[in-house]
């Protein structure tokens, strides 16, 4: 069984409603893997079945050499499994640094630290003593993407963080991601609908339509393709690049 991320034949969704059909992918330790696709094809319901918001009608999903398909969201979380939701979900109420630090997992050292997060993500220490509420979208996307960081993870999932950012705090969350692939402790899902950018970010690809995988294999095909793409995606994907 390998170390990275698994899943095999994976049929899950919401419920008795089932978005996943007979999904296996395989996300190697260090590994990058953009997860493409158009819109309600399954993309964002795949990261929730990693970390176990869903319902898993049949299929496995195994992490760091274990079967944690039945596993409460929280241990795969312990285990080191983060993850960046598409709505961001800070803590309004609290600091940025407040943010980081109810993150921090107890005892023990840590590879990542507020400093850490602050060296990746410069803005959040010019906003530190500030509420998540009055920080701009692309701030509190740095900081879900931060706070996922404090957890220590091995594997980072995130869903669709450059959505609705200014071209100028695109670039600046793609330089802290571009940096965060260089880590050699880290491996990266993302989800994305600037196709090219996250082709151009992760070594590997796969594509969604309809709740099935129709392509999992290198990126730079992909990139070098754009018909493909596009017609894998069902759409023109050269319209989705920043």
Known sequence: MSDGLVLQNVRAGFGETVVL???????????????????????????????????????????????????????????????????????????????????????????????????????????????????????????????????DPQIVLMDEPLEGLAPVIVDAVLAGIETLRRDDKVAILLVEQHAKLALGVCAKAMVLDRGRVVYDGDSAPLLGEPDKLSALMGIDARATSH
């Open 21 to 151: 059909e007979g999904v296996s992918m395989t996300l190697a330790p260090r590994g990058t893997l953009a997860l493409l696709g158009r819109n309600g094809v399954g993309k964002s319901t795949l990261l929730g079945t990693v970390m176990g918001h869903t319902t898993l009608h049949s299929g496995t999903v195994s992490f760091a050499g274990r079967d944690i398909s039945r596993s409460a969201p929280y241990r795969r979380n312990r285990l080191g499994l983060a993850w960046v939701p598409q709505e961001r979900e800070i803590f309004r109420s609290l600091t940025v640094a407040e943010n980081l630090d109810v993150a921090r997992p107890p005892g023990g050292s840590q590879r990542w630290t507020a400093a850490r997060v602050y060296e990746l993500f410069p803005p959040l220490a010019e906003r530190r003593t500030h509420f998540g509420g009055q920080l701009s979208g692309g701030e509190q996307q740095m900081l879900s993407i931060g706070r996922a960081l404090m957890s």
